[in-house]
């Protein structure tokens, strides 16, 4: 459910209690879901939210869940003996550490995650008019936390524009390596050269500006598979007509994630320059898919894209996206070394193992 910090809680609680520890998530409930299920070894509470959708929180959504979770929340820390505490998002999640009861005397974690963070996508005029009058409430659950966690650097940076002094560690989010790698594809790599996309389809991923960019390229092998959902998706298909594109371009709409990485491997490069994200999580599976990488020069992004597994671009900028395109078109040998570095960094750096025993140590860290 949802993006990034779904997976996220998801991963690191399967592999904290692989680790042997007790641990129990609070979220959402969606139709057709129990309210209490155990799963991989740790239980899962969910209560009432009014979300637009399965991948698509809103602010209804957000409130509704803080409200309704309370009851719950303060029942968990009253019967059951938590060492700490730990928040995906400062707000609206975090609101719950202001409550009075029990949990004030546990320690806990925030972890950051971009739209939670003041100044983070400074392109939603909505989201930063809700971030203003909030910002005294922020910083004042960042006071209180045992640690801060960002996703990556350049929201760590974001961040300490809201508290220039404040404590914060960054740990990014992980990959289920074992599930993203890739597959045997006899036909990848021939006369034709494949572009894929995963995204929510928002004006905010930059979809639009490949758009333009593939139109005004001559080569009729160049075609973008073009996967997921969103309010932006009328205005893509609307764009493609206008560009004469409907023969190029494909939306796949919503498709299974464990169906993703057979499909990734089907093409030659991935490509999305969302002009904000905190870290960007299908960057990271189409990595460990082999892809080599085109995406923005933002947010969490140039932690790992790097000249030696993909191209970085400003993500407005047409003619820098239309040249990178055409750059590992030209280039097999060029996308084939991308392609083992990518893979190589995915599993050596971004395993969710390794990032749990990363949390792990600041659950135990007992400086704060």
Not at 21 to 41: A, N, W
Not at 95 to 118: A, C, E, M, N, Q
Request: with cysteine; net charge positive.
């Amino acid at each position: 459910m949802g993006g990034g910090a779904g997976y996220a809680t998801y991963n690191v609680a399967k592999e904290l209690a692989l680790l042997g520890h007790q641990v129990d998530v609070l979220t959402s409930k969606l139709p057709g879901k129990p309210k209490l299920e155990e799963i991989e070894g740790f239980r899962v509470f969910r209560v009432a939210s009014w979300r637009k959708g399965i991948h698509d929180c809103g602010f209804r959504g957000a409130l509704s869940f803080v409200t309704f979770s309370i009851p719950r929340f303060t029942s968990l820390v009253r019967t059951e003996d938590y060492d700490v505490l730990h928040y995906f998002f400062g707000l609206p999640t975090g609101f719950l550490s202001l409550l009075p009861g029990r949990h004030t005397k546990i320690p806990y974690i925030i972890s950051l995650r971009g739209s939670d963070v003041p100044f983070y996508d400074m392109s939603n005029k909505m989201l930063q008019n809700v971030h203003r009058p909030l910002t005294p409430l922020t910083k004042r659950i960042w006071k209180r936390a045992k640690n801060i966690v960002a996703l990556s650097e350049s929201l760590k940076t974001t961040a300490l524009e809201t508290n220039k002094f404040q404590s914060i560690d960054v740990i990014p989010n992980g990959i289920e390596s074992e599930i993203f790698k890739p597959q045997i594809q006899p036909h990848r790599g021939g006369n034709s050269f494949r572009l894929v996309t995963v995204s929510r389809l928002i004006e905010r991923k930059g979809i639009q500006h490949v758009l333009h960019a593939i139109a005004r390229l001559e080569e009729e092998d160049i075609s973008l598979t073009i996967i997921g959902t969103g309010n932006y998706e009328a205005q893509l298909k609307t764009l493609c007509a206008e560009l004469s594109l409907n023969k190029k371009v494909t939306f796949k709409g919503y498709y299974p994630r464990e169906s993703l990485p057979n499909l990734l491997s089907t093409k030659d490069v991935f490509i999305l320059p969302s002009l904000a994200e905190s870290f960007g999580m299908v960057f990271i599976e189409a990595m460990s898919c082999g892809l080599p990488i085109i995406a923005g020069k933002v947010g969490g992004v140039p932690d790992y894209v790097h000249p030696e597994n993909g191209i970085l671009v400003e993500p407005e900028n047409v003619d820098a996206i239309q040249a990178a395109i055409m750059a590992l078109r030209n280039d097999r040998t060029l996308r084939l070394t991308m392609s083992k570095a990518n893979r190589t960094k995915a599993v050596n750096e971004y395993s969710w193992n390794k990032i749990a025993e990363r949390y792990l140590d600041i659950y135990k860290n007992n400086d704060k």
